[in-house]
């Protein structure tokens, strides 16, 4: 049985087949047809094997058995399943501003299943733009000229002004980015500081009450320092103005009902409050959805952003991961 282990989605079908072959690599028909195949180990209930159709039916893993009692040899099968990706996260803004010449660091797509989960693709990604003379996409090789980590990470650069999307694709789905590009030079950086209390909350439908845990201290919401620095010298700049964006960003809605939602983002307020110019670091607060959040809220790992935008200066994003743990006691 070549290759060892099969990684399936739910719902595909696969043909196993089975066959003996000598120490030297020659088949040996005549064993082969003897040999005969079996699950034998499929706690998970992962799939179904008949006529040597293989089927994934849910996520978990399974083993394959076949086996010549006539030669007493045998050969297993792991199976792997999982859900199948349904949707492209990526670690940057889904809509970027940049000057011609201008590139972006590294961006790296992630690809999640319903439920959030990463899943592992099983073929490399390709990244495309929608107007190469906009914006160009190029996915990061090694010394050899190899894809690294399967090509999810890649580089955009701006080359002309306009409009373009950038989409990573893998296994027929699709996730884009929005780029728009101008002639204006960037001049200067937004720069956060680190969360003062972790940029992870946790809601536990498992409480009597569900509710937020102490993780990331949701109750008090979770701070950053966030200065303005010049792109050349690295100095500070005084008396500036800072735009955030969204005021309320919705995490995820995976529910059992259309207003179920983990929302942890109920404003990025600064101080001063109307965003005035100022001097010095600003402060930005993130603070908790404490009002609204209701049952049915399914459990996985979702995410949010916060968007901080300045004159000259590319956009900068705060990601936040709010996790959905249930703890109730197994009866």
Do not use: C
């Not at 009450?209 to 620095?229: C, H, M």
């Not at 050349?232 to 960003?249: E, G, K, M, R």
């Amino acid at each position: 049985m070549a290759p060892s282990s099969v990684i399936l989605r739910v719902g595909e079908e696969t043909m196993v087949i089975a066959a003996a072959g000598a120490q030297s690599g020659r088949k040996l028909p005549s064993v082969s047809a003897t040999v005969t195949m079996a699950i034998t180990d499929d706690d998970d209930e992962a799939i179904t094997l008949e006529d040597g159709v293989l089927t994934a039916v849910g996520a978990g893993t399974a083993e394959i058995t076949a086996e010549s009692a006539i030669a007493g040899i045998a050969g297993k099968l792991t199976v792997t399943v999982t859900k199948p990706i349904d949707e492209i996260v990526f670690d940057a803004s889904s809509d970027l501003n940049l000057a011609a010449g201008e590139s972006t660091g590294e961006i790296t797509a992630t690809a999640h299943d319903e439920d959030g989960e990463v899943i592992m693709p099983r073929s490399d990604w390709s990244w495309a733009s929608s107007d190469g003379s906009v914006a160009s996409v190029a996915q990061k090789k090694d010394a050899d000229n190899k894809l690294v980590d399967g090509g999810r990470i890649a580089t955009i650069t701006g080359k002309g002004s306009g409009d373009a999307d950038i989409t990573a694709t893998v296994e027929g789905v699709s996730g884009s980015i929005a780029v728009n590009v101008t002639g204006q030079s960037v001049t200067r950086v937004i720069d956060p500081s680190s969360s003062s209390e972790g940029n992870v909350f946790v809601w536990d439908i498992g409480l009597e009450t569900p509710g937020w845990t102490d993780a990331g201290a949701p109750e008090d919401g979770t701070e950053f320092t966030v200065n303005l620095r010049d792109r050349v010298s690295n100095s500070l700049i005084d008396n500036w103005t800072l735009s955030v964006t969204p005021t309320s960003a919705a995490a995820g809605t995976a529910a059992t009902e259309e207003d179920a939602q983990v929302d942890p983002v109920l404003g990025a307020v600064m101080d001063p409050a109307d965003g005035a110019a100022t001097t010095g670091a600003i402060e930005v607060t993130i603070a908790p959805h404490t009002d609204g959040v209701t049952d049915g809220i399914t459990v996985g790992t979702y995410h949010t952003f916060v968007s901080l935008t300045s004159t000259g200066a590319r956009e900068a994003r705060l990601q936040f991961t709010i996790s959905v743990i249930d703890s109730t006691p197994d009866e």
